[in-house]
C-alpha cells in the first residue's frame, strides 16, 4: 500500500517519502523538448543553406546536356502515349515527361517551371531524410545528414535540372527508412508510406529498384538464416514475413502498372542501344567516391570515407538489420552494373547517377561514423557540447568550400550544370576547355580548346566598361562538344544563347534521342506554337526587339569552332542568312575572325 501512498502524494503536490521521480520526469522532458528545439533550429538551417545553394543563379541557368531529352521526347505526343511509353535513353521517366508536356500545353516552357519539380523535391529531402532517420539514428547523427544532404554538391546540381535524379535520391532514401521505421515500430502507416515511396522511386527511375528491393532481400535472408539456425520466424524482430510478402506484391502490382508497358516496349526498340554496350573501368570508382564525398582534396575524400566505413561498423552493431541493409546497397549496385553494363560506364559521373541512391545513405553512415568517433575520443577527453557541434560544423564547412560550389557559383554564370563543374571537383584548368568521360574512348578529333585558341573579343570585351548580356549561336546541347561556358570565363557577361526555328533537318533526328552534337535549333524547330516557348536565357535570333529589352550589347555568330570541334559541329545554314539580315539591320559586323563574327545593337 505504500506505493498507492506515495502516488496519492505527488499527485497532491507533496513530496514522495523516497527519492521522487517527478523531478527525474520533468528532467528528462526538458531534455527532449530542448534536443526537440535543437533538431529542428539545425534542420532549419540546413534547409535556408540547401535552399540558397540550389536557387543562386538557378533563374540565369541555361537549359543544357541531356535536359533537352524529356523536351524533344514530348513534342507531338499525345498525353496517353507519354503516360505508356518512354525512351531509352535520355526520356526514360514518365511523370516528368507529362509535367513537361503538361507544361507545353498550358503556360509554355521556362527554365524555372521545368526544374520546378528536382528543386523541391531536393529541398524536401533535406527535411524527409533526417526526420525518418532520428529515430534510428539519434538527433544529432540526422542533424549532422541534414547539413551534409544540405551542402552535397551532386544533390544541389541534380536539384537545379529536369531530370529525375533528384527524385530518386529522395524517394530511395524515404523508402530504405520507412522500411527501417516500419521494422521498428510495425505501424502500418509506415508500411503503406514504404509502399508509396518505392513505387515512386521505380517510376522515376528503374534503377532505383535495386534500393527498393533492399530491404526485402535482407528480410528474406535474415529469415533463412533463423530457418537454418532452426530457429522459430518469430525469433526475426519486426513484421512476419507475410506482412513483407503483401508489401512486395503490392508495390510490385502497382509498378507493373505503371511502368510495364512502356518497358516492354523498349525492350523492342531502344533499351539494347544502352544497356549491355558499356565497359565498366574501376579507375573510375575512387572518382565516384571522390563525387560523393562532394570535394575535391583526397585528404577530405579520405576522412570521409572512413567515417562511412565507422559508421556502417556502428550501426551493424546496434541496428544489425538496418546496418546490413544499408552496407548490402553498395555490391548491390555494383552487381547491377556488372550485370547491365550500362553505355558510358567508364565515366564516374554515368555511376555515380546510377548509383545515386547510395549518396544520401553515404552521408548518413558518414553522419554515424563522425559521432562514433566523437564518441570514441569523448571516452578519453571530456567534450563539451560546444565542441562537438564546432567540430561538426568545421567538417560541413570543409567539404563545402573544397568542393566545387565556390568555382562554380561566380556570377555572371549561365552555364552551372555543366559537365566541367559537374563531372570532377577538383579545381578547373583554365587552360584548356572541358574533356568529358562520356567522348568514346577511341574519339580521334581533339574537342578541347586551348586558351590561346580564345578569340581575343572575349578579353576585349572583358575590358570594354558595362555589364550588358551578350547572344552566343548557336549552342550545341551536348556539355563535351559546349564550349560556351569557356568562353564566359573570359569575357564575364551574362549569356543569351541563340536559336532559329526554321531548320527542317530534326526529321532526322531517331526518335526520342538527341546527341552532343545536335543544336537547340534541331528541337526548338519541331514546336508547333512559338508560344510554348518562353525562355529566359534563350532567344530568337530574329527578334531582335526581344534582344534589346534584354539590353543585349552584342550578338556573336559562330562561323565555326575552335580546336576540331568543326568535325563534330557542322556549320549550320543558318549562319548565312543571319549575317545578310544583321548587315542589312545593323550594318557591318564590328569584329571578325575566322571563327566568330560579332554585331552591336
Known amino acids: ?97 507529362f509535367y513537361t508536356w503538361a507544361l507545353a500545353a498550358t503556360v509554355g516552357w521556362s527554365e524555372t517551371l521545368l526544374r520546378l519539380p528536382s528543386v523541391l523535391s531536393g529541398l524536401l529531402c533535406i527535411i524527409v531524410g533526417p526526420w525518418l532517420a532520428r529515430e534510428l539514428v539519434g538527433f544529432r547523427r540526422a542533424a549532422l545528414l541534414a547539413l551534409l544532404l544540405a551542402i552535397s554538391p551532386m544533390l544541389i546540381f541534380y536539384s537545379r535540372i529536369c531530370r529525375p535524379y533528384s527524385f530518386v535520391a529522395l524517394l530511395s532514401f524515404a523508402t530504405i527508412l520507412l522500411a527501417a521505421r516500419w521494422r521498428q515500430s510495425g505501424d502500418r502507416r509506415h508500411a503503406l508510406l514504404f509502399v508509396a515511396t518505392g513505387t515512386l522511386a521505380v517510376y522515376f527511375h528503374l534503377f532505383a529498384v535495386i534500393a527498393v528491393a533492399a530491404p526485402f532481400l535482407i528480410t528474406v535472408g535474415a529469415c533463412l538464416h533463423a530457418r537454418w539456425r532452426k530457429l522459430p520466424l518469430t525469433a526475426v524482430a519486426g513484421p512476419p514475413l507475410r506482412q513483407w510478402f503483401a508489401a512486395a506484391a503490392a508495390m510490385a502490382g502497382l509498378i507493373a502498372i505503371l511502368v510495364l508497358p512502356a518497358f516492354i516496349g523498349s525492350l523492342r526498340s531502344t533499351f539494347f542501344k544502352v544497356a549491355l554496350t558499356g565497359t565498366l573501368h574501376w579507375s573510375s570508382v575512387p572518382e565516384v ?46 552487381g547491377a552494373l556488372l550485370l547491365s553494363r550500362p553505355d558510358a560506364a567508364q565515366s564516374a559521373i554515368v555511376l555515380a547517377r546510377y548509383c545515386l541512391p547510395l549518396l544520401p545513405v553515404s552521408l548518413l553512415l558518414a553522419a554515424c ?11 578519453r577527453v571530456a567534450l563539451r557540447p560546444a565542441v562537438v557541434a564546432a567540430v561538426g560544423l568545421a567538417g560541413v564547412a570543409a567539404l563545402a568550400l573544397t568542393g566545387p560550389l565556390p568555382q562554380c557559383y561566380v556570377a555572371p554564370n549561365n552555364f552551372t550544370s555543366h559537365g566541367a563543374y559537374q563531372h570532377r571537383y577538383g579545381l578547373i584548368d583554365w587552360r ?15 574537342t578541347t580548346i586551348r586558351v590561346d585558341e580564345v578569340s581575343p573579343f572575349y578579353r576585349q570585351l572583358n575590358e570594354t566598361p558595362g555589364a550588358a548580356p551578350i547572344v552566343e549561336y548557336p549552342m550545341p546541347i551536348g556539355d563535351h562538344f559546349n564550349p560556351l ?29 538527341i546527341f552532343g552534337n545536335t543544336y537547340i535549333d534541331q528541337v526548338l524547330s519541331r514546336v508547333r506554337d512559338p508560344v510554348q516557348i518562353r525562355f529566359r536565357n ?33 556549320p549550320l545554314a543558318e549562319l548565312e542568312r543571319l549575317g545578310k539580315l544583321y548587315r542589312e539591320k545593323l550594318g557591318r559586323p564590328i569584329y571578325e575572325d575566322s571563327f566568330i563574327e560579332v554585331f552591336q545593337l
Request: proline letters at 6%.
Open 538 to 570: 534563350a532567344v530568337g535570333m530574329e527578334d531582335l526587339v526581344a534582344m534589346r529589352v534584354r539590353g543585349v550589347q552584342f550578338i556573336l555568330l559562330h562561323k565555326r569552332f575552335e580546336a576540331q570541334l568543326a568535325g563534330v559541329l557542322a
Open 289 to 334: 567516391a571522390m563525387l560523393f564525398a562532394g570535394t575535391g582534396q583526397p585528404i577530405l575524400g579520405g576522412l570521409f570515407w572512413a567515417a562511412v566505413v565507422g559508421g556502417a561498423v556502428m550501426l551493424f552493431r546496434r541496428q544489425p538489420w538496418f546496418g546490413v541493409v544499408l552496407i548490402a546497397l553498395y555490391p548491390l549496385h555494383v
Open 369 to 379: 561514423g563522425f559521432f562514433s568517433a566523437l564518441e570514441v575520443i569523448g571516452a
Open 432 to 446: 584548356r576547355s572541358f574533356y568529358s568521360q562520356l567522348t568514346p574512348p577511341d574519339f580521334p578529333l581533339v
Open 1 to 97: 500500500m505504500r506505493g498507492i501512498d506515495e502516488i496519492r502524494t505527488a499527485i497532491a503536490g507533496q513530496a514522495l517519502p523516497s527519492q521522487s521521480r517527478v523531478p527525474n520526469l520533468r528532467r528528462m522532458n526538458f531534455n527532449w523538448r530542448r534536443r526537440e528545439f535543437a533538431f529542428a533550429g539545425i534542420v532549419a538551417l540546413a534547409f535556408l543553406t540547401g535552399l540558397f545553394l540550389r536557387v543562386y543563379l538557378l533563374s540565369d541557368l541555361v537549359l543544357m546536356d541531356d535536359e533537352w531529352h524529356g523536351l524533344h521526347y514530348t513534342i507531338g505526343k499525345s498525353p496517353v502515349w507519354l503516360l505508356t511509353h518512354f525512351s531509352i535513353p535520355g526520356a526514360t521517366c514518365i511523370p516528368l515527361n
Open 485 to 513: 561556358y569557356y568562353y564566359q570565363h573570359f569575357h564575364h557577361r551574362p549569356v543569351l544563347v541563340g536559336y532559329t526555328t526554321t531548320r527542317t533537318n530534326s526529321a532526322a533526328l531517331p526518335e526520342g534521342n
